[in-house]
T-cell receptor
Framework: GAVVSQHPSRVICKSGTSVKIECRSL??????MFWYRQFPKQSLMLMATSNEGSKATYEQGVEKDKFLINHASLTLSTLTVTSAHPEDSSFYIC?????????????FGDGTRLSIL | RKEVEQDPGPFNVPEGATVAFNCTYSNSASQSFFWYRQDCRKEPKLLMSVYSSGNEDGRFTAQLNRASQYISLLIRDSKLSDSATYLC????????????FGQGTELSVKP
């Protein structure tokens, strides 16, 4: 069964709306979660690393004031796309590992398909 | 240069064919390697980890050549259900688990 839950799976909203996406680890504690974005016909691009109890680490070119990340507990990270515009329409996916480092695979949420009209 | 590069697709093959995907990575400090599978409009799912000694899982065989910084995936006796995009994924040492994805290679298996 799923070990990482992401919600909502689909969002359609007007330009200027802020959208919050939740990512939960279901049966393990995740001190670190990752947020990715995928545009059509392109691969996943890491946006930021979410660290429980501290500030997220953003990849180059990703606006931290635009994509707000909160990792307030060991099982929940949220990504808020503030004042979303059509160019923010994309597939957003979170992931988490059960343990750090080594060859541990990441478990992905189902993804959130965001469409901004 | 991209950190992880894969064969351009799509690969269109008949059922039963053997198909091979190649991948190269640029960071010699990379420590962990994976192949993920992504179906259309879905999240990636781990297909297999890749080890230096090479590893096999049923019809799937993965190889890693650290000297050449090269990873491969071989699919034997391909099935219709193998149609998907295959992502080569690399994780560097001490990068907090950050994964770097290749652009993916699309496979289409036809009857």
């Amino acid at each position: 069964g799923a070990v990482v839950s992401q919600h909502p799976s689909r969002v359609i909203c007007k330009s200027g709306t802020s959208v919050k996406i939740e990512c939960r680890s279901l049966d393990f504690q995740a001190t670190t979660m990752f947020w990715y974005r995928q545009f059509p016909k392109q691969s996943l691009m890491l946006m930021a690393t979410s660290n429980e109890g501290s500030k997220a680490t953003y990849e180059q070119g990703v606006e931290k004031d635009k994509f707000l990340i909160n990792h307030a507990s060991l099982t929940l990270s949220t990504l808020t796309v503030t004042s979303a515009h059509p160019e923010d329409s994309s597939f957003y996916i979170c992931s988490a590992t059960k343990a750090t480092g080594g060859n541990q695979p990441q478990h992905f949420g189902d993804g959130t398909r965001l469409s901004i009209l | 240069r991209k950190e992880v590069e894969q064969d351009p697709g799509p690969f269109n093959v008949p059922e039963g064919a053997t198909v091979a995907f190649n991948c190269t990575y640029s960071n010699s400090a990379s420590q962990s390697f994976f192949w993920y599978r992504q179906d259309c409009r879905k999240e990636p799912k781990l297909l297999m980890s890749v080890y230096s000694s090479g590893n096999e899982d049923g019809r799937f065989t993965a190889q890693l050549n650290r000297a050449s910084q090269y990873i491969s995936l071989l699919i034997r006796d391909s099935k219709l259900s193998d149609s998907a995009t295959y992502l080569c994924v690399v994780r560097g040492y001490n990068q907090g688990g950050k994964l770097i994805f290749g652009q993916g290679t699309e496979l289409s298996v036809k009857p």
